[in-house]
């Protein structure tokens, strides 16, 4: 029988270290809290901490889903799922000692937290798990439209912890509720017990530890895309080692075999699957094995910044009813590198992001489909372009056909190196590259003069292979 503590705080049940924290079957009993249905969308990260002892009801039986909670009880649930013991109690308050904590491991910085009892905002409890958790964001891409430039939300979103709302916001200055917060602390437990183990731990699993939805012929293409490398690496954002797997530079400092690399992306892939469930079950996207297996090596590939519905992937996903061709575009867009602080197309993800449109749309593993698709490379020597990469299947036209502007200039269409210009109804044949032309709107004596280039904005239409 569970012990309701005080109703005025959100309570735990400490364990010595990290408590486990298991995902809760729907119906494995009756609901428990008047106020906690099954078909809540926090029901089953409520109840998983419930049934683990971490989180209690009030003394009235309910759990009080949308009441926000305090800065103290946020302190103390973020810093104990995050695996840290629970510190000595202070007599000024009884959150005192989780304050002192985060102060002393630099979650928080001096003077931004200075009473315990009023809300805490998102993005002050972003700021604590992140740095709790020791993560940082790996893509120059912000999701959430209202938290441009916040590196501590955008790392939180990229593990699934922080999900945010289905319009691409997280409201990072309002306080959480008992729901939010539970939510967060639940994936804040998931995400720790799925770390990486230590280098010598890596022979202690097997892939049956491991239930993934991606399937083996996925696994083994992502293997094939990614190749083996058993030392850590600098990967244009990060450093990988094994099928590419993030670590830290020293992580593994004797390096790991193929096995132990094998074993290390399927601890990627299922903390990563999480975020890409969550995707697809936010918009109702059913897909089917094969079209999982594609999504799955773009998101290995590319991160999770791409679920952001304002972009084109994740929107042609959500509406549904797309053509062969908008689908590759969407995908094919992502095909970048930096190097040296210059953004680039790289020749080897335009290769992979071909085959996984090949196997999303035809469950073509083999790269040998009848089914071609053709780069097509938009660039301008001013203005910038709408994509600076896009691709077309052979022998369609190029529709969708993107644009190009510049303030003070009519954009006239796409020209090839000979001058042949590309339209919306050419057919594609082959790898192409084409340039902006221009009339300059401003300058009288232009007439009716053109003017092309063959750069973008952001020197982003070079193309190179790493």
Not at 123 to 151: E, H, I, M, N, P
Not at 273 to 293: H, M, N, P, R
Not at 363 to 368: A, E, F, N, R, S
Request: proline fraction near 3%; charged fraction near 20%.
């Amino acid at each position: 029988m569970k012990k309701h503590l005080g109703a005025a705080v959100l309570t735990l049940v400490l364990t010595l270290g990290l408590l486990c924290v298991p995902a809760y079957a729907a119906d494995a009993a009756a609901q428990v809290f008047p106020d906690v249905a099954s078909g809540d969308w926090y029901y089953s990260d409520v109840m998983s901490l419930y049934e683990a002892g971490v989180v209690n009801g009030f003394n009235d039986g309910t759990f009080r889903p949308n009441e926000t909670v305090t800065t103290g009880q946020a302190l103390k649930m973020v810093i104990l799922a995050a695996g840290y013991e629970a510190p000595e109690t202070v007599a000024s308050h009884w959150a005192r000692g989780y304050l002192n904590m985060a102060l002393s491991q630099k979650f928080i910085d001096k003077g931004e937290i200075v009473d315990l009892d009023v809300n805490m905002s998102r993005a002050l409890v972003a700021k604590v798990a992140a740095r709790a958790l020791g993560l940082q964001k790996t893509s120059d891409t912000y999701y959430f439209s209202d938290a441009q430039g916040d590196d501590n939300i955008q790392a939180l979103y990229e593990q699934g912890i922080l999900l945010g709302y289905s319009d691409a916001t997280v409201k990072p200055d309002r306080s959480l509720s008992r729901a939010e917060l539970s939510a967060i602390v639940y994936r804040i437990y998931a995400y720790v017990e799925k770390q990486v183990k230590p280098d010598n731990e890596l022979d202690k699993l097997s892939p049956s530890d491991f239930k993934l939805r991606t399937t083996e012929d996925g696994i083994a293409f992502i293997k094939a895309m990614e190749g083996f490398i058993p030392t850590a690496y600098w990967d244009y954002s990060q450093y990988s080692i094994g099928y590419g797997s993030s670590c830290s530079q020293n992580q593994f400092p004797s390096g790991i075999t193929e096995k132990e690399a094998d074993i290390l992306l399927r601890q990627k892939l299922d903390s990563m699957e999480d975020t890409l469930d969550a995707f697809l079950t936010k918009y109702g996207i059913t897909v089917t094995d094969k079209q999982y297996d594609a999504l799955s090596s773009f998101t290995y590939n590319v991160g999770s910044t791409w679920m952001n519905s304002n972009y084109r992937l994740a929107a042609l996903l959500i509406r549904g009813g797309y053509t062969d061709n908008e689908l590759a575009c969407a995908m094919g867009i992502w095909c970048h590198v930096t190097q040296s602080g210059k953004t680039l197309i790289s020749d080897a993800l335009i290769t992979r992001r071909i085959r996984e449109v090949q196997i999303f749309l035809y469950g073509d593993y083999t790269g040998k489909s009848s089914s071609v698709f053709y780069p097509l490379i938009y660039t301008t020597e001013k203005g910038k372009v709408e994509v600076d990469v896009a691709l077309y299947k052979e022998g369609t036209q190029y529709d969708p056909l993107f644009g190009a502007s510049n303030s003070g200039d009519t954009f006239l269409g796409w020209f090839t190196s000979s001058g042949e210009e590309i339209t919306a109804t050419s057919t594609a044949t082959g790898r192409l590259s084409v340039t902006a032309s221009w009339q300059s709107d401003t300058d009288p004596a232009a007439g009716t003069g053109t003017d092309t280039g063959t750069g973008t904005e952001n020197d982003s239409g070079w193309v190179t292979t790493p």
